[in-house]
Structure formats: structure tokens, C-alpha cells
């Protein structure tokens, strides 16, 4: 099977899902009771030659706030007590979209 993509560099590493990519982009958005906020965003990219279409793929990962402890309590600072009383955070989704090789 020939090459769909052919980089004309060394190809990177996606940094959430290690993919080896010629292109990735990541966006990791704060997932709140009300609303959603994009906390971060990052893409990089290598210079490549494309033979035919091709499809970016696309992860996701949700990352939920809690504590896995018996005592909820016993890891956290009061700056991170503080945090929870006056947030409704739930949790960070991240999303990777590449350009594989």
C-alpha cells in the first residue's frame, strides 16, 4: 500500500495520545455544572507532501474531578477545598485531532 501522507520532516509525537503525526492540535476545555471554557490550546505541524485525502482523527478523554481516597479530605490543600466551594467544576475533557502518519 503506498503512503496516504509523506513527511518531509521527522514526524512528532501528539502529546496526549502519542500518535505519530505530521500534524496535531489539542484543546483541553474546563467542563463546568453551566457552562464549558476552553482552558488551552495547542497545535504543531511538520512540514508534508498529502497523495490523497485523508481524514484527521479525532480522541477524546474526559477527566472527572475527584478524589480516590476513603477519606475525600486527606489530599487536598485549603486552597483546593477553597476551589471546590466556590466552582462547579466537573471535570476536563480533552480532545486530540491528528494527522497520522
Known amino acids: 500500500m503506498k503512503a496516504k501522507i509523506l513527511p518531509l520532516e521527522d514526524p512528532i ?3 496526549i495520545f502519542g500518535r505519530r503525526c505530521v500534524y496535531y492540535r489539542v484543546r483541553v476545555w474546563a467542563i463546568f455544572k453551566r457552562y ?3 482552558v488551552h490550546e495547542e497545535q504543531k505541524s511538520v512540514q508534508f507532501i498529502l497523495f490523497q485525502k485523508v481524514r ?5 478523554k474526559f477527566y472527572p474531578i475527584g478524589v480516590p481516597s476513603r477519606d475525600p479530605f486527606s489530599l487536598l490543600t485549603a486552597q483546593d477545598v477553597d476551589r471546590m466551594i466556590v466552582t462547579d467544576l466537573k471535570g476536563f475533557l480533552i480532545e486530540e485531532e491528528v494527522l497520522e502518519v
Open 13 to 15: 509525537i501528539s502529546p
Open 56 to 60: 484527521k482523527k479525532k480522541r477524546k
Open 36 to 38: 464549558t471554557q476552553l
